[in-house]
């Protein structure tokens, strides 16, 4: 079985140019995750989706980041435009859906270098 | 921001040795997750304890928590150089499926 694949895998750009990172979860994971990870901290999560529906963008920087999930299954998160403080790993997940519990699959992440 | 914190931020032992690591947080869980980040890889999931649950094993780990502490340990038994990682905890907010991870401990195993 595949796991989550992300790509690209590594993305330098300058700041003020976009930037968009590319998700496709484990077949049948209905929960999608975005996660922005920084140097030495733990994942913190932007967005997530159940199905097509973004159900938590709490943490979401509406002002310069969106995200969509097409049909329920891949999923895209750009940044425009990019600052120097976005510079980070960002992380896909995927579960199932279901009662508390859900083990969250993680692809290898997109690290973002903004100069 | 993240809710949890864990102690201690760095380990560092001899392969045979055991490692325990501690994770606290905030608020009302559903259940707590521990997972493992290798240097350049991604996250993989080691193990769920439930908010009714006090102890759990797998393999060569032991989970314990302490919802009246709002605390949890991982114990690593009989480390090998395999798991020099850094381990993070994740809890999921009562009532939701938002999960939110620590601060990680990174441990480094020396054979």
């Known amino acids: 079985e595949a796991g989550v694949v992300q790509s690209p895998r590594y993305k330098i750009i300058e700041k003020k140019q976009p930037v968009a990172f590319w998700c496709n979860p484990i077949?049948?994971?209905?929960?999608l995750y975005w996660y922005l990870q920084n140097l030495g901290q733990g994942p913190e999560l932007l967005i997530r989706?159940?199905?097509?529906?973004?159900?938590?963008d709490s943490q979401l920087p509406k002002d310069r980041f969106s995200a969509e999930r097409l049909k329920g299954v891949d999923s895209t998160l750009k940044i425009q435009p990019a600052e120097l403080g976005d510079s980070a790993v960002y992380l896909c997940?995927?579960?199932?859906?279901?009662?508390?519990?859900?083990?969250?699959?993680f692809g290898p992440g997109t690290r973002l270098t903004v100069l | 921001s993240q809710q949890g914190e864990e102690d201690p931020q760095a380990l560092s032992i001899q392969e045979g040795e055991n490692a325990t690591m501690n994770c606290s947080y905030k608020?009302?869980?559903?259940?707590l997750q521990w997972y493992r980040q290798n240097s350049g890889r991604g996250l993989v999931h080691l193990i769920l304890?439930?908010?009714?649950?006090r102890e759990k094993h797998s393999g060569r780990l032991r989970v314990t928590l302490d919802t009246s502490k709002k605390s949890s340990s991982l114990l690593i038994t009989a480390s090998r150089a395999a798991d020099t990682a850094s381990y993070f905890c994740?809890?999921?907010?009562?009532?939701?499926?938002?999960?939110?991870f620590g601060t990680g401990t990174r441990l480094k195993v020396l054979a």
């Open positions: 994740a809890t999921e907010t009562s009532g939701t499926y938002k999960y939110i």
């Open positions: 304890i439930r908010s009714n649950e």
């Open positions: 608020t009302s869980i559903n259940n």
């Open positions: 989706y159940e199905n097509e529906e973004a159900v938590d």
């Open positions: 997940a995927s579960s199932l859906r279901g009662s508390g519990g859900n083990e969250q699959f």
């Open positions: 077949s049948g994971h209905n929960t």
